[in-house]
């Protein structure tokens, strides 16, 4: 299970990205975080594998607070965390299967991953995994002689190598065409399902996300507003994700206090006096 709380991030910019964000997400469950750009989904699943290191606030993944490892733990720790990104993050010149057998250098020695020397079983491993993203028999093509959803896949299955406990993925189908978008989300939901892990992507696709997640998770202005079933989106939820405001006298359940989520600066500047940070 994810555990996020109070999750705060401000850029050295004084860009306030996250206001203190808290949710959990366990099981298989979809679930898609949506927003209107700039609201502070990237720099979420950032913060969650600490690739930004957040201000302030804990992420723990199955009982370990990822936000108390130093670099040496995260790393290791990180080989739980599955990531899929936008523009997929392959080494153009590498095979399909080195690119996906990167997923497995987290569990390899130094000397193994300086030389990509991998156990048969990480390799077979790879095979099969290629198998279910559709991509068996193209284990020997070059990253750049692959279409952007084949590319895509490579990504997927990259991450799914690594055996996570939780897939992050950061607006996979934003430079796809739409059928391949449809492709790659039904993808991420057979992974969950045959895994057994939860899914967290950020689209801006809210049609992407009312057909395929089972959850919402609604950010406005790096505050999480919306936390529900999708089958709860309904438009006045949607004004408040991307407007900022619920259609007069609406309200809803599914609509986050931030009082409940948002250390206040009283208790931040209490807390400071208190660690001298
Ligand atoms: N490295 C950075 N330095 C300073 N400010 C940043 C940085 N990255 C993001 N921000 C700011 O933080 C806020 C949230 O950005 P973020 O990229 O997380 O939003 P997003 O919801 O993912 O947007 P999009 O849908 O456009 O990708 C924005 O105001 C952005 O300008």
Redesign the pocket.
């Known amino acids: 299970m994810l555990e996020v709380t109070n999750l705060r ?1 401000v ?3 004084g ?4 206001t203190g964000v808290s949710t959990a997400i366990e099981g298989n469950e979809i679930v898609a975080m949506i ?10 699943i ?1 913060c969650v594998n600490k690739l ?1 290191e957040p201000t302030d606030g804990e992420v723990s993944l199955n009982g370990t607070e990822l936000t108390a490892l130093d670099s040496r733990e995260m790393k290791a720790a990180r080989r739980n965390i599955g990531m899929v990104f936008q523009e997929y993050n392959l080494v153009e010149r590498h095979t399909v299967m080195e690119n996906v057998l990167s997923g497995r250098l987290g569990y390899v020695s130094n000397w193994a991953a300086l030389r990509r020397k991998f156990p048969q079983e990480d390799v077979e491993l790879a095979y099969d995994i290629l198998e279910t993203v559709g991509l068996g028999g193209m284990e020997n093509k070059r990253a750049d002689e692959l279409s952007g959803g084949q590319r895509q896949r490579v990504g997927i299955a990259r991450a799914v190598v690594q055996e996570p406990t939780i897939l992050l993925a ?2 996979p189908t934003s430079s796809l065409d739409p059928e391949t978008s449809h492709a790659v989300m039904e993808l991420l939901t057979e992974i969950a399902a045959e895994r057994n892990i939860p899914v967290l992507i ?1 689209i ?1 696709e809210v049609h992407l996300a009312v057909e395929y997640a089972d959850r919402i998770l609604g ?1 406005h202005d ?1 505050t999480l507003v919306f936390d529900g079933p999708t089958t709860d989106l309904d438009e006045n939820a949607k004004d408040v994700i991307y407007r900022g405001e619920a259609i007069a006298g609406e309200s809803s359940s599914n609509f986050v206090d931030e009082s409940d989520t948002v250390t206040d600066d009283a208790e931040r500047t209490e807390r400071s006096a208190i660690t001298g940070d």
């Open positions: 991030k850029y050295p910019t860009d306030e990205a996250l927003g209107p750009s700039g609201a502070g989904k990237s720099t979420f950032r930004t950061d607006e950020n801006h950010l790096g």
